[in-house]
């Protein structure tokens, strides 16, 4: 078991005949998914790596059955390929695209209410369920299977935190990046209510950083639904306040979404935090191992 | 992004929001001019800049006569303006907004921001205006009035009625409130704005409503559909450093220490500067050079960072995922060999071809300290720094 994407789960990649799309569907491919499609409006007929080009995500969908989407589509153009695939029956998007508007993402939001699809990121690495399906972006090797959920907001801090996971000997049953925008698909509680209902999962790292509410929201949820155990890190406790910390969403406004917050949150509501990032895959193995 | 208070008061004006007469000045002539263009005594005199609390600061001044006026212009013109915004440097004022005095009845908050929770646009409103607005909200959270725009029909009448009654306006101004408040809500919409303020929103003493202040800020993300905002853009407000990056695409920020940060991804960029603080030293920059860098991007910040005469030492943190290692050890060998590399620097590599990265900086000739791990390169780089 895993959450959201799996062994059966059929990938259409959009934006596959650009560079980074191109690219990543050769690397999924080689990881063991199943790419079955891909999708660039007036491209259908072409192929990238083996796999069919179509001009919708509706004909991807139809003709080699696709169930989840990856979206790589440049940031002006991205809003309109998410509720694309949300129309076409699509259940799990990833949007690796950054640089999304802010009011863009609003509308799409909107759009995906009361629809079953559910969209991770986007300017996020996408989902792995280790051994079984790399909807994503991440390196494939870092990842072994086993029993941590990983949530992050951001990238190759994710890498990070699972390569020392792996290294203390523990393996993982779904990692994900929900991405450093403001606004974003599926959030921690979602996600975490998912972790709570998969037997693989034993237990979850979340990684958060400055700026919004969500880590304050999540320990709330924790302390009242989550029965697993639960390992924190926080990143930026040294960030300046009123910067956009590379993410659009990493930003201290005035005295809100501070680091130190979010800490004291946290271990307010008894789960783990952990300072300093070096000690993250230990304080995984002592909880969880 | 940001822009001046006078730039977004001319935006309020395009969208027929009242705003004082006034015009920004940079010198004192120009300031003198625009005083007799307004007629007779008071003027006020702003200093502009992108930081709040300039009035506390001693940046906002009033001139009861046209010699106080010339006096305060020169003290303010030039000077270097501190506020709780702006750290203890300080940011030099280049340019004087001078406008009418208005005599205030009443002072009001009007603000417009995204509510990322609610994944929306959320308007506020007080009756405490000209006060910080987060002071209200922790203190008095009664006191502000809220709206949120529902993406799919838009920003509604009623909603406008409830604001402005909660405001407690003179029956007079109902009409035009609301006129204001739609145009605003417009504004932020249509110019893809991730913050509009307008505090104070005041009623004057002779019953008409005026943004006395302003603040726009622009998504940056959606800047790219707005080439006109893009020409409001400040250079002198901007780091050079920071202006340098931004041709790169690379995600640089100016910090206080000493140390050098060049790491790929935002998230692993701020969890490097925390550590390497937990370990007794002190960032002198955040470096997020992004997932995809190619070989040029890297070696182009890695020219930032040696730039900053303040560094000495570098940290280099990279976990290769989409950035392959090999790719970044090219970037440093080109970007190095074009410097005379006169600090420290330390690399820590891991991930996606992180042997054949190694390799090439090893055979490179280049003078670096390969750290195995996160912690020992944070530790190692503190050290060096207190050594030299």
């Known amino acids: 078991m895993s959450i959201l994407v799996d062994k059966e789960s059929r990938v259409v990649v959009q934006g596959v005949t650009g560079k980074e799309g191109s690219f990543h569907t050769k690397q999924m491919l080689e990881y063991g998914t199943k790419v079955v499609a891909g999708v660039t409006p007036g491209k259908a007929g072409q ?4 796999v069919p080009v179509y001009h919708t995500v509706a004909d991807a969908v139809a003709e080699q059955g696709a169930n989840v989407s990856i979206i790589f589509v440049p940031p002006a153009f991205a809003p309109d390929a998410i509720m694309e695939a949300a129309a076409a029956g699509i259940g799990v998007m990833a949007c690796i695209t950054e640089g999304l508007p802010t009011l863009d993402m609003v509308r799409v939001k909107h759009y995906l209410k009361g629809r079953s699809a559910v969209l991770i990121g986007p300017n996020c690495p996408g989902i792995i369920t280790p051994g079984a399906c790399k909807l994503g972006i991440m390196p494939g090797y870092i990842f072994q299977p086993g029993p941590i959920g990983v949530i992050s907001r951001s990238g190759t801090l994710t890498y990070e935190v699972v390569d020392q996971i792996s290294k203390q000997g523990l393996g993982q049953s779904t990692c994900l990046g929900i991405g450093g925008d403001p606004i974003i698909g599926l959030n921690f509680i979602d996600l975490l209510t998912l972790f709570a209902a998969d037997p693989q999962t034993d237990g979850v790292v979340l990684i ?79 909880l969880m191992g | 992004m940001k ?62 006569t046209l010699d106080e006026f010339t006096s305060r212009v020169s003290e303010i013109l030039g000077m270097t303006l501190v506020t709780h915004q702006t750290g203890p440097e300080g940011k ?64 509604q009448a009623f909603q406008a009625r409830n604001i402005i009654y909660r405001l407690g306006l003179p029956a007079a101004l109902v009409k035009s409130g609301i006129a204001l408040i739609t145009q ?46 893009l020409e409001l853009m400040d250079p002198s407000e901007q780091d050079p450093l920071e202006l340098e990056a931004n041709k790169y695409n690379l995600n640089y920020i100016r910090l ?24 007794g030293g002190e960032p ?12 040029e991007t890297i070696a182009n910040g890695f020219r930032i960072i040696l730039s900053d005469e303040r560094v000495r030492a570098v940290l280099v943190n990279i976990f290769g995922g989409i950035l392959r290692c090999d790719v970044l050890a090219e970037g440093l060998i080109e970007a190095a060999r074009k410097v005379v590399l006169q600090v420290p620097l330390i690399i820590r590599l891991e991930g996606t071809n992180v042997d054949r990265g190694r390799e090439l900086l090893n055979q490179s000739g280049l003078d670096f300290i390969v750290s195995p791990t996160m912690a020992e390169a944070a530790k190692k780089v503190g050290q060096l720094v207190q050594r030299n």
């Not at chain 1, 192929?47 to 083996?50: L, R, S």
């Not at chain 2, 008409?208 to 800020?217: F, I, T, W, Y």
């Open chain 2, 3 to 64: 822009i001046h208070e006078y730039q977004a008061k001319a935006l309020f004006a395009q969208y027929g929001i009242p705003i004082p007469q006034g015009r920004a000045a940079s010198s004192p002539p120009e300031a003198l001019e625009a005083a007799q263009a307004l007629g007779p005594p008071p003027y006020v005199v702003k200093a502009q800049i992108h930081a709040g609390g300039r009035g506390q600061g001693g940046g906002v001044k009033v001139a009861r």
């Open chain 2, 184 to 229: 605003l809500v417009k504004l932020f919409e249509q110019l893809d704005c991730s913050l509009v303020e307008i505090n104070p929103l005041v009623v004057t003493r002779d019953d008409r409503l005026m943004a006395l202040d302003g603040k726009v800020n622009f998504d940056d993300n959606a800047l790219f559909r707005h080439k006109e905002i």
């Open chain 1, 47 to 50: 192929q990238v790596e083996g």
């Open chain 1, 208 to 286: 958060g950083e400055i700026g919004g509410t969500a880590e304050e929201e999540a320990a709330a949820f924790i302390k009242e639904h989550f029965p697993k155990p639960v390992v924190t890190f926080i990143a930026g406790q040294t960030a300046p306040p009123g910067r956009r910390m590379g993410h659009a969403g990493a930003i201290i406004s005035g005295k809100s979404g501070t680091a130190q917050e979010k800490m004291a949150v946290l271990k307010a509501a008894g789960i783990r935090v952990v300072v300093d990032l070096t000690k993250v895959g230990e304080a995984v193995k002592e």
């Open chain 2, 284 to 295: 002198a920059n955040f470096l997020d050079v992004g997932g995809g860098a190619s070989a």
């Open chain 2, 256 to 279: 206080n220490g000493n140390i050098g940060v060049m790491v790929n991804g935002a998230g692993l960029a701020m969890a490097t500067m925390d550590l390497i603080k937990l370990y």
């Open chain 2, 92 to 155: 030099k004022v280049l340019k004087v907004l001078i406008e009418e005095g208005v005599p205030i009845a009443q002072e009001l908050y009007l603000g417009i921001v995204v509510d990322r929770a609610r994944a929306c646009p959320a308007i506020m409103a007080s009756r405490s205006g000209g006060m910080d607005i987060e002071e209200v909200a922790e203190k008095t959270p009664h006191l502000i009035h809220r709206e949120w725009i529902d993406p799919a029909v838009g920003f």
